[in-house]
């Protein structure tokens, strides 16, 4: 199984940006999402944006993975 992650962006540079996974920061390839900008929030797979998530739905996937990583530490 692969899971896709939501980061948001810090910084664009040519065809890599800056992403912000919760306090950790990873360079990523951007160039299969059109119209990105900084502060935009993107689905992660293997190194790449695959798609541009609005601000609410990557919010909510963060809290839920969140919540999920939680339950795990305590079972």
Same mark, same amino acid.
């Given at each position: 199984m692969c899971y896709a992650i939501p980061a948001k962006i810090l910084?664009?540079?040519?065809?890599?940006?800056?992403?912000d996974y919760g306090g950790v920061e990873k360079s990523i390839?951007?160039? @299969?999402?059109?119209?990105l900008e900084e502060g935009d929030y993107v689905l992660i797979h293997a190194g790449f944006a695959i798609e541009k998530l609005d601000?609410?739905?990557? @919010?909510?996937s963060i809290k839920t993975i969140r919540n999920y990583v939680e339950w795990g530490k305590k079972n």
């Amino acid at each position: 199984m692969c899971y896709a992650i939501p980061a948001k962006i810090l910084s664009m540079k040519g065809d890599q940006a800056t992403v912000d996974y919760g306090g950790v920061e990873k360079s990523i390839n951007y160039t @299969l999402v059109d119209d990105l900008e900084e502060g935009d929030y993107v689905l992660i797979h293997a190194g790449f944006a695959i798609e541009k998530l609005d601000r609410t739905s990557a @919010l909510e996937s963060i809290k839920t993975i969140r919540n999920y990583v939680e339950w795990g530490k305590k079972n």
